[in-house]
């Protein structure tokens, strides 16, 4: 990708999370469409991440969009492998799978969403250093490989493999 492009990127993913808020007010402006915001709430960043997780805890807020927020984690697999806290990763990825196969995008989107959930177990594993973040990265690999080969295509509303 282009540097100019990933800069473009990295300053909307930046403007985003605030400009996804809620309107309020008679003089606000009409609220992003549903797309928009699914978009935003799933891209690589942890700007994205942090504006899915902001939402998430005030879901009640973002009613209108009858969003899927249903998850079961890391479904069949430990939602804290080794101890390494991956299960918001697999809630967003859950998020991802289960709001684009609901809009019927979901093949084009898959890959994005998988990348997201692997920089997300990622930036986990930055928290640790020497052979416990290799340890880490290297579970992260295998989750995000998992999904990559399982990952489920199935209809709206079935487990996705997380």
Known sequence: ???RSVRRLAAVALALPMALLPATGASAAP????AQVLSAWTQTPASSY???YAARQNQAAWRAYAFDWSTDYCSGSPDNPLGFPFKYACARHDFGYRNYKEA???PAVKRRLDNAFHADMKRVCAAYSGTTRTSCD???WMYYQAVVLFGSAAAPGAPAVA
């Open 104 to 106: 019927g995008t979901f």
């Open 1 to 3: 990708m282009p540097r």
């Open 50 to 52: 942090r504006a899915w």
């Open 31 to 34: 609220p992003p469409d549903k």
């Open 138 to 140: 290297r579970t992260a």
